[in-house]
């Protein structure tokens, strides 16, 4: 029986979600190891943990640039030293959980934990092997701080497989399995059941639209771009998802109103059927973060990228772009004229599905505990 510590942190859901993948699968199949779930920004500092998530929301919310100088600025200079310097200060305090719980292994979805970790491990504090899965499409170097103390590196693709190696981590310990991400993508649905739950037609072609939720970030043009939608793809259906943004699901069901489009436009709030609503649909429409689009391409889904935050996120859309399974909705696009073309074109519709299958990982969350876990009774 091995003791294993899965840290991760609350700055946006992915974190959390890849978290949670990783643990409801070794619960499931690995069983008889004991498995714990934390987030270390909320271990090592309460303060210090409310204070900076809500930082990174409202920057991410009302000034996404701030955030993009944050993340270009944190892969090296003086910030990433501050960075490096303040992970090592707290990792002082998370080595009293460690201690306590003496893991066998750490499985890290944040880099923060990461760096608290293997700074411990470089001290002799800790002799525990250290996992560490990058929730993004392209590579930061704050993941890698300490690389030389991480015994497993899991990333999303090839082109950061290559970064890593380029970065002098041996090959050996970087494994390309794509993003964890739940089972439940991997279940077969009941497609007529779930269009007749939703009442939308059998037969139809459908668009699950993804406002944002909470951040509702580039609300003004949200709008415009389903309205433009709901406007010009009438032979398609739309299940536009505000998530806990009530102002935003108020605003979609009066564009609905003002197209008369109640009949194929669905609005919903906060749903916990992303995988049976990915199942049924056809294309989807999204911010490029990690975890939605993990769970977009292991559908088979190609997407249209909207609102991407600077830093990561541009990162994973350029990276969609480059891969032909996304098309980028810049800010100075034409709205109407884009999706007009996009949505009439079958044929560039059905290859760039064909290349989300292709570069999807359903297995990615399998792979990663098998692959640390293999050896385990």
């Known amino acids: 029986m091995k003791n294993i510590l899965i840290f991760y942190a609350s700055y946006g859901g992915g974190h959390l979600n890849a978290a949670k993948s990783i643990y409801e699968y070794i619960n499931t199949h690995y069983g008889k190891n004991h498995i714990e779930l934390i987030d270390c920004m909320k271990y090592v500092s309460k303060t210090v943990e409310k204070v900076s998530t809500a930082a990174y929301r409202e920057a991410a919310k009302k000034a996404p640039w701030v955030w993009g100088r944050i993340y270009n600025d944190s892969q090296k ?40 970790c293997t700074y ?55 494994f390309v399995t794509g993003i964890p991400l739940s089972n439940r993508f991997l279940q077969k649905y009941n497609r007529s059941e779930i269009l007749k739950n939703y009442q939308l037609e059998d037969g139809k072609k459908n668009i699950l639209f993804f406002g944002g939720g909470e951040f509702g970030l580039g609300k003004s043009r949200t709008f415009e771009i389903l309205d433009t939608l709901i406007e010009c793809s009438k032979d398609f259906q739309i299940i536009a998802i505000a998530g806990k943004n009530e102002k935003m699901k108020t605003k979609f069901e009066e564009l609905v109103e003002k197209n008369r489009a109640h009949h ?27 975890m939605t689009t993990s769970e977009s391409l292991a559908s088979g889904l190609p997407m249209i990228i909207i609102n991407p935050i600077p830093g990561q996120e541009e990162e994973n859309a ?30 560039k519709l059905n290859e760039m599905k064909t290349n989300a299958f292709l570069i999807g990982h359903p297995n990615a969350t399998k792979d990663i505990c098998d692959i640390l876990l293999k050896d385990a009774p």
Do not use: C
């Open 318 to 347: 350029e990276f969609l772009e480059k891969r032909q399974v996304g098309i980028w909705l810049r800010k100075n696009d034409n709205i109407t004229k884009t999706l007009q073309h996009f949505l009439s074109n079958t044929n």
């Open 120 to 174: 411990l491990k470089r001290k002799g504090k800790i002799t525990s092997k250290i996992a560490t899965i990058m929730t993004d499409f392209a590579p930061h170097d704050q993941w890698l701080v300490g690389s030389d103390f991480t015994d497993y590196f899991f990333v999303a693709n090839d082109k950061m497989k290559d970064y890593l190696i380029s970065k002098n981590i041996m090959k050996k310990n970087i």
């Open 77 to 116: 200079g003086p910030l990433a030293h501050l960075s490096t310097r303040s992970n090592k200060i707290m990792a002082i305090k998370l080595l009293r959980l460690l201690r306590e719980k003496k893991p066998d292994l750490i499985i890290s979805t944040h880099p923060f934990s990461s760096q608290m």
């Open 264 to 290: 194929r436009v669905k609005v919903l709030s906060f749903t916990n059927q992303i995988p049976e609503l990915m199942s049924i649909s056809d294309l989807v429409v999204t911010k490029p973060g990690g």
